[in-house]
Every structure is written in structure tokens, then in C-alpha cells.
């Protein structure tokens, strides 16, 4: 049987001298693992399809429970990733959130276009970095049904009380007098929200995916929310991620230079 779909390459490993598997997400299928036969002798358009990063149409087929690769035509390759390294860091750092986070034979539609449309903005530079990085954390988590409670204050529902808290690890939010109320200690992911950072926090994960990146942000709350978006994302995945180290490390290297 052959199946024809719209692949974005989120992995690519080589296997021996000849040989490439490649993870590709799919709006139907979620992720799928398929074989690439001779990938290193390829040239041209099959060879620019099964590299990172690639959008094309793939067509493959099953044999012996493994995909094979028979063609593929490519659409997109966001070439202007590879020319900034930080740019590229991050998106690996998108694709691997994916590429955890995904299974295969679960229909991905959302997730697929919201990692399409980032990966867009960040290869044409149309928004910065830090947004793109918060943006994509906490409407990722959302699509995955992992979306927290940002309605109003957990005990009285308060929808805006003149201090707001997030309570990261326990995905909702308390108003000044009941947060201070409990018996209060210091917690890593208690976080004070401002009026734009709250707004900002429930626009990204409710608002229509058209409209996601349509908002501007000072760079003081651009600061918090992505401390509160990567805080939100590593405790609730419960784990760190190469790629972010590694992206964080490289803008850390540049502050230190200039
Ligand atoms: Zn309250």
C-alpha cells in the first residue's frame, strides 16, 4: 500500500554507509519513521527532502512493519535556518518538543501547523527569537491537551485581582490574598504575573491559530513570560532538552562576547 502525505523531517539519523531513517510529522498521522534506501548516493530533490527541516510531500510504503521511502517532492526547506546558528538551535529545540511530545498514528493537524508557522516566522526573522520561543512553548502544551488553568484565581475565580499568581507546577493561578493566604513559602515556580504577562499568557493558549503570532510585547514582559513559558513547558514534561541547553548556552556565549 502507499500512502501519500505532507511531511515536515523533525529527525534525521544515517544508518551504515548508505542508509537514512528519517522521522517525519504528519497532520494525519502523527509521527512516522521512514527508511531511506542509497539516502547517501541521493542527489537533488530527494536528497534536500529527507534533511532536517524539510516540508515536502512523501510517498512511501509498507514492508515488513518498516515505511520505505519511494518519492518525494519537496515544498519547503527553510534554508535561512541554516545560515544563523541560534536560529537553528532553536528550532532543533522546537523538533525535538515534537518529536517527545508526538506519537505516531495520532492525528497532529495543530501542533503540525503551529511548529509550520514558527519555524516560518524564526527562518524569515518576522518576529524575535525570545517571542517565537514563548509563543511555541505554551500554545504547544495547550494543543496537547496540557493547557493550564488561566481563567481566574483557583479559590474565589477572580479574573483579575491586583496581584496575580502563577502557580506553575500546579497549572492554575491565585489572587494576592490567596496566595499569601496558604501557608506561604518561597517556590521556584510561583511566579507573580504582570497585567500584560497574564494577558499575554491567555491569549497565546486560547486565540484562533491565524491570530497567534498578531501581538507585540514590550521587552521587560518579554523577559517574564518566557521565564514563565520554559518553566511551565520543563515542569510539566518533566525533563530537560538538549537542544534548549544548547540554544541557551550559544546566546550566553554572545552576551559574553559583546
Ligand atoms: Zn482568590
Redesign the pocket.
Known sequence: MLITVMGLVIAERDIGENDRFIDILTAEYGVVEIGVKGARKLTGKSNACTQLFSYAKFCFSKRADRYYLNSCEPVRSFYNLRLDMRKLALAGYFVEISKYCVTTGQSAKDVMSLLLNTLHMLSEGLRSEAFLKSVFEMRFMSEIGMLPQLIG?R??Y?YE?DEMFFMIDRSCL??G??FYGRDFEENYYHVRLTKTVLHTLRFICLTDMKRLFNFKIGEGSQRLLNEVTEKYILAHLSRSFKTLDFYKKICEDETDIQ
Open positions: 484565581c479559590d474565589c477572580s485581582s491565585l489572587c490574598e490567596h
